[in-house]
């Protein structure tokens, strides 16, 4: 059998289209495309790809029934352990985990397995009856899970299918979580993750949305109202900055701000609810996805030049290959080894009244040399002396990672955290308070998607687990 050497290019919208509007960016397999890409897999007996998934998804059984065309039976073997196929097609980072582990990988591309994921449940999703989902028989017991992220609402589909009453609390107005606030449109369409929520609330989970545990309910208060066990997936939405002059400027965001009025709020309507600063020269400081998304984002909006600044070298840039090919294709320009000093404003002072007043009007940045590696094997970033220069611009994005929240160890008695603020669990999610579990990025600080939701099975298992023997 003659090997085919790459992997089926992705269909993508042209660069010079898609910069300009949300529709998403990658188009998807078709049924002959995906069946061909299917045929490129080896089927290897010790299959190292599975061991690569953080939630263990039976990569050759699915792949097998997508090379004869049983793409209703691909998708059961995929869901048996992934609550959320279609979401894992697009956002994970197959490229580090199962598809880094794919013996074809060796010698050629490695297969499309994130492809084909994708491809198998937008099949299933445009082709299953309604009512498919058959709800399980109610246990009688109750678990309560803080928020709707990935971690969240795989923990709650694991344990709505053995019967739990499940009841998500989740602090704003829509359920999703990271997926819908922080992954934009043209990564991660929000009807696809409407559909994963539709989806469990048919197994019986409750989302109660516009519920901040730790000021409207605490944990504590969780448990008097008859839940028997919590699991805290509340991730990691506080966002960090660099602590230089002119943060507080008008004009400077987060990240997580810019991004969730974006894709929460709607921003980029023409008379939106929330305003966005649009239009003009955006500087992005940070190197990974979410750096990536604001950048992107900026540019639909209708910046008319949007700058990465990262403090690394191209090699060390922490994003996934595809979203740095897909930024450059748009026309984004990377200011790589550099950073940031001083955020520069307007300032009028002989008419402190002018409207112009407080306004970013520039970056001050220092050029970096790569010195020796760090705790993390990373070669250290070092200014060069004299090398400072101004780049001229109007926002400022700061996409430098994200810290958890510190409301719900504040208000929980019994909650131990890390130096980062993260949660400490053992190796079964289980938090140093009885009955209350943890993953995701409330946990771990910003990760993938993926491992939220490895983390979520986990704790879900362990929950099962522990209300079972209760009853023993």
Known sequence: MTIIAKKHEMPTQA????????DEVALGYSAEVA??????????????????CPVNVNIPDFIALVKTGD??????IINKTSSLPAVCGRVCPQETQCEQRCTLGIKFEPVGIGRLERFVADYHNKNAAAGDVIKPVDNGRKVAV?????????????????????????????AGGVLVYGIPEFRLPKSIVEREVEGLKALGVDFETNVVIGKTLTVDELFENGYEAVFIGSGAGLPNFMNIKGESLKGVYSANEFLTRSNLMKAYREAPDTPIMK???VAVCGGGNVAMDAARTALRLGADKVYIVYRRSMEELPARREEVEHAQEEGIEFRILCTPVEILGYKNPDDPRDPKNGFVTGMKCIKMALGEPDAKGRRRPVPIEGSEFELKVDTVIMAIGTSPNPLIKNTTEGLTVNERGCII????????????????????????????????????????????AKND
Do not use: Q, W
């Not at 793409?71 to 059961?76: I, N, P, R, T, V």
């Open 35 to 52: 069946v061909e890409e299917a045929k490129r897999c080896l089927n290897c007996k010790n299959r190292p790809c599975v061991a690569g």
């Open 425 to 468: 669990v053992n190796e079964n999610g289980l938090t140093t308070k009885k009955g209350v579990y943890a993953g995701g990025d409330a946990v771990t600080g910003a990760a993938t998607v993926i491992s939220a939701m490895g983390a979520g099975k986990v704790a879900a298992k362990a929950i099962d687990e522990f209300l079972s």
């Open 279 to 281: 239009g003009g020269k």
């Open 146 to 174: 803080v928020g709707s992220g990935p971690s969240g609402l795989t923990c709650a589909g694991d344990l709505a299918k053995k019967g739990y009453r499940v009841s998500v609390f989740e602090a704003l107005h829509t």
């Open 71 to 76: 793409f209703e039976g691909a998708y059961k």
């Open 15 to 22: 660069p010079e289209i898609r910069a300009h509007n949300f």
